[in-house]
């Protein structure tokens, strides 16, 4: 499977739930290996927040992220329909501090990424495929969610609120194949309790009876529901003695336990990458998704470190040897700091630097506990880097590479006089107009000690 992003941009516009805030949210197409963002374009700076676990800072009424100064709150439905639709790279743009609530549901968002189009890139999708059964449960909510191994993604939730009207439900869907026909539609809903408090605390200011489903499971005086009427301002709303707020009509009997499939994988989907398991939930909610996504992106991010660290055999002949990769790069002693080329495709590769006591940059670095510089082992990465983009164009010694950004650069591990630096450098997309982006790694042994993302021009002499 390739990845994929939508062929144009779409904008839709609607109110927030909770702000009742008017706001604009557009779809743009990004490329591979971009991943879902938002962007504040309201905001000064325009910043950018990755849709990503580590980013949730608030779950008391939805999914909030934040990061870089901007806030976007109640993007699970937008991440459902996203997902949803397999769509793996996107920049959605948001005026406000809140996604449109539309009708409560995921169906506008399909409609709008549909119309745009969804096309296939270059690289290939890679999926996570759950090794182990992965347990999340809150004994005291009665909460229990499981990830099992299945080359496929199902998922099935069941809820029981005690609840006279919705009594328990469960819903299931068995491929994200699904998920337009059968969850997209489903909207969100809340107890007729639960509406004097939310909008006590300054909430649901956009909410509407056209974008909820309110369950009412007691008996309502007149009173109360001239206060609801005013609340949502309708000349009148009426309930029967056990029921739905206006007697809406549901699109499936299941409805509410389809909408906690939706919020699932909506919330499931900020993971960051495509995964292949059997999800059984039982009573979930915002805050328990994300602390299961949490559980689970922690064990790809520890098995994608074991899977990645390179491998270096010093008995195996280097696809370039020093001599090589001057012909490749122009630097010279003591600048030249790659030493061999041990693996070259065209997404990736991996090359060592020997370092030596003897290295001129120790003498002056800690003489008495001598330590590579940290901007050395990013330079040695960067020139391992030139080395990938060059060996791919006909004439190399006619081009040079120039940094131009370094990001989420981290130091881990000290590197000594003795050790031997393996890097691997991975390809985030392919060269756009001479500009490449490149995730490196450098390893000591099993230790990674160095990484961050560098992006270089390449440009003719």
């Given at each position: ?248 009509e549901l699109h499936f009997h299941n409805e509410p336990a389809r909408h906690k499939l939706l919020d699932l994988i909506g919330d499931l989907a900020l993971i960051g ?17 994300i602390a299961f996504g949490k559980k689970i992106k922690a064990l790809i991010k520890k098995t994608r470190n074991q899977v990645n660290i390179p491998k270096y055999d010093p008995n ?146």
């Amino acid at each position: 499977m390739k990845q994929t992003t939508i062929k144009k941009s779409v904008s839709l516009s609607g109110v927030g739930l909770h702000t009742g805030q008017e706001v604009t949210m557009t779809f743009n197409p990004a490329l591979e290996n971009h991943g879902i963002k938002f962007q504040r374009i309201d905001l000064p700076g325009q910043p950018i927040i990755d849709a990503d676990v580590d980013n949730v800072t608030d779950l008391s009424r939805g999914t909030t992220l934040e990061q870089n100064g901007g806030k976007v709150c109640t993007v699970e439905h937008v991440m459902a329909a996203v997902a949803g639709l397999e769509i793996d790279n996107c920049l959605v743009q948001v005026n406000a501090a809140e996604t449109p609530i539309m009708d409560g549901s995921s169906q506008f968002f399909i409609k709008a990424l549909k119309s745009a189009g969804i096309i296939e890139q270059e690289i290939d999708r890679e999926y996570f495929v759950i090794p182990q059964n992965i347990y999340y449960h809150e004994n005291d909510r009665s909460i229990e969610m499981i990830a099992m191994p299945l080359d496929d993604y199902r998922l099935t939730v069941m809820v029981d609120y005690n609840s006279p009207v919705l009594g328990s439900q469960h819903a299931s869907i068995s491929s994200l194949k699904e998920f337009e026909k059968e969850i997209s539609s489903c909207r969100t809903f809340c107890f007729l309790h639960e509406l004097e408090m939310l909008y006590n605390n300054n909430l649901i200011r956009g909410g509407d009876l056209n974008n909820a489903i309110v369950i009412v499971d007691r008996v309502v005086k007149e009173e109360e529901l001239d206060g609801l009427a005013k609340m949502f301002n309708k000349p009148k709303v009426e309930v029967k003695k056990e029921g739905i707020l206006n007697n809406v009509e549901l699109h499936f009997h299941n409805e509410p336990a389809r909408h906690k499939l939706l919020d699932l994988i909506g919330d499931l989907a900020l993971i960051g990458t495509p995964i292949k398991a059997q999800i059984m939930a039982a009573r979930p909610g915002h805050a328990a998704n994300i602390a299961f996504g949490k559980k689970i992106k922690a064990l790809i991010k520890k098995t994608r470190n074991q899977v990645n660290i390179p491998k270096y055999d010093p008995n195996q002949t280097p696809l370039y040897n020093t001599q090589d990769i001057a012909k490749i790069l122009p630097h010279r002693s003591p600048f030249l700091l790659v030493d061999k080329v041990m693996e070259m495709e065209k997404s990736h590769m991996i090359a060592i630097k020997n370092v030596t006591y003897n290295e001129p940059f120790f003498p002056g670095h800690f003489p008495g506990n001598p330590v590579m510089p940290g901007v050395l082992i990013i330079e040695a990465m960067a020139q391992a880097g030139g080395v990938l983009v060059l060996s791919q164009v006909e004439d190399p010694e006619n081009y040079n590479t120039y940094f131009m950004k370094i990001d989420n650069a981290k130091f881990k591990e000290k590197v000594l006089p003795g050790d031997t630096l393996v890097f691997r450098l991975d390809m985030i997309g392919p060269p756009r107009r001479g500009i490449c982006i490149m995730k490196g790694s450098a390893f000591v042994g099993d230790k990674l000690v160095c990484e961050a993302e560098l992006m270089a021009q390449i440009s003719k002499k």
